[in-house]
């Protein structure tokens, strides 16, 4: 890996460490896409390192102020030769850690984010729909009920479905136009695995990303507490736009194929900080 002249001490260390990583693992990286499995022994070895916490503070147990963006960056480059490793890390990042630190309460950031830190649970986004791509919540609803909303309807193209524990939800609160008109129809959920009636439907053949979930969420009549609510009701737009905005201006969704690099992509969002894009065990019908 090239190491740039503003890197600190520190993360020119990390980039040692992490390509010397990357060669470790690479074998096992290798067999796994090779089989079609999702890379366990290469995501809990990541977890072992502390380096899904890249981004979260140190009071929630991560290494943002040790490693900042650029050492998020540093290895998520890297461990992009690792197959789906490096996508799943990356999705990981920006599936719910952000949104929780900005817009949750004291509560739920200590809540969720020490977890995601240590990588004992791994985030996704779910935005796109079936019939509307990613106009995030025409079909899904969410109703009120006492302390609880329930939300039906389905969305598609999540990576890291059935993998991920905590799912970055957006879902349709309002009916009025004056509140679509507003961008005040949309509400934020952390909807977590294992809530009755969130199921894989169907998961996605990808080219090129043997071992990658991706694919459809089916939710039928899933009851969420209101604690798992972000922000207020009709809030969403609002978070899901400052997720969006931060995963395209610091991250990268990388090549899947364990023989590919995210070397120039990387070096081209680390010297003109840049908006840089790129180019998922799970069965349909199984709970999340």
């Given at each position: 890996?090239?190491?740039?002249?503003?890197?600190?001490?520190?993360?020119?260390?990390?980039?040692?460490e992490?390509e010397?990583?990357?060669?470790?693992?690479y074998p096992d990286?290798?067999?796994a896409a090779w089989?079609r499995?999702?890379?366990w022994?290469?995501l809990?070895a990541?977890?072992?390192?502390g380096?899904?916490?890249?981004?979260?503070?140190?009071?929630?147990?991560?290494?943002?102020?040790?490693?900042?963006?650029t050492?998020?960056?540093i290895?998520n480059?890297e461990i992009s030769r690792?197959?789906?490793v490096?996508?799943?890390?990356g999705?990981s990042?920006?599936?719910?850690?952000?949104?929780?630190e900005?817009f949750?309460?004291?509560e739920?950031?200590?809540?969720?984010l020490?977890?995601?830190a240590?990588?004992?649970k791994?985030?996704?986004?779910?935005i796109t729909?079936?019939?509307?791509?990613?106009d995030?919540a025409?079909?899904?609803?969410?109703?009120?009920e006492?302390?609880?909303?329930?939300?039906t309807?389905?969305?598609?193209?999540t990576?890291?479905?059935?993998?991920?524990?905590?799912?970055m939800?957006y879902?349709r609160t309002s009916?009025?136009?004056?509140?679509r008109?507003a961008?005040?129809?949309?509400?934020a959920?952390?909807i977590?695995?294992?809530?009755?009636?969130?199921?894989?439907e169907?998961?996605?053949?990808?080219c090129?990303?043997?071992?990658?979930?991706?694919g459809y969420?089916?939710?039928?009549e899933?009851?969420?507490p209101?604690s798992n609510?972000?922000?207020g009701?009709?809030?969403?737009?609002?978070?899901?736009?400052?997720?969006?905005?931060?995963?395209e201006?610091?991250s990268?969704v990388?090549?899947?194929?364990?023989?590919a690099r995210?070397?120039?992509?990387c070096s081209?969002?680390l010297?003109?900080?840049?908006?840089?894009?790129?180019?998922?065990?799970?069965?349909?019908?199984?709970?999340?």
């Amino acid at each position: 890996m090239d190491k740039f002249p503003w890197w600190n001490e520190t993360q020119r260390k990390l980039a040692d460490e992490v390509e010397a990583f990357a060669d470790q693992y690479y074998p096992d990286a290798e067999e796994a896409a090779w089989k079609r499995q999702t890379p366990w022994k290469v995501l809990n070895a990541v977890e072992e390192k502390g380096w899904f916490g890249a981004l979260i503070p140190k009071k929630y147990g991560g290494l943002r102020e040790e490693l900042a963006i650029t050492g998020a960056c540093i290895v998520n480059e890297e461990i992009s030769r690792l197959g789906v490793v490096g996508t799943i890390y990356g999705g990981s990042m920006f599936g719910g850690a952000h949104q929780i630190e900005t817009f949750g309460t004291e509560e739920k950031r200590g809540r969720w984010l020490p977890a995601m830190a240590s990588g004992e649970k791994i985030g996704a986004i779910c935005i796109t729909e079936p019939p509307v791509g990613s106009d995030a919540a025409v079909a899904t609803e969410a109703r009120l009920e006492g302390d609880e909303y329930i939300i039906t309807g389905k969305k598609r193209f999540t990576t890291g479905l059935g993998i991920a524990d905590i799912y970055m939800f957006y879902a349709r609160t309002s009916e009025d136009p004056k509140d679509r008109q507003a961008n005040r129809h949309l509400t934020a959920f952390i909807i977590e695995k294992g809530m009755k009636g969130f199921t894989v439907e169907k998961v996605n053949e990808l080219c090129g990303g043997d071992g990658l979930l991706n694919g459809y969420l089916n939710l039928d009549e899933v009851r969420v507490p209101v604690s798992n609510r972000l922000a207020g009701e009709g809030d969403g737009w609002t978070i899901m736009m400052s997720g969006s905005k931060r995963g395209e201006n610091h991250s990268l969704v990388p090549d899947p194929r364990p023989d590919a690099r995210g070397d120039k992509v990387c070096s081209l969002l680390l010297t003109e900080k840049g908006s840089v894009r790129a180019a998922h065990d799970a069965r349909p019908g199984e709970p999340v």
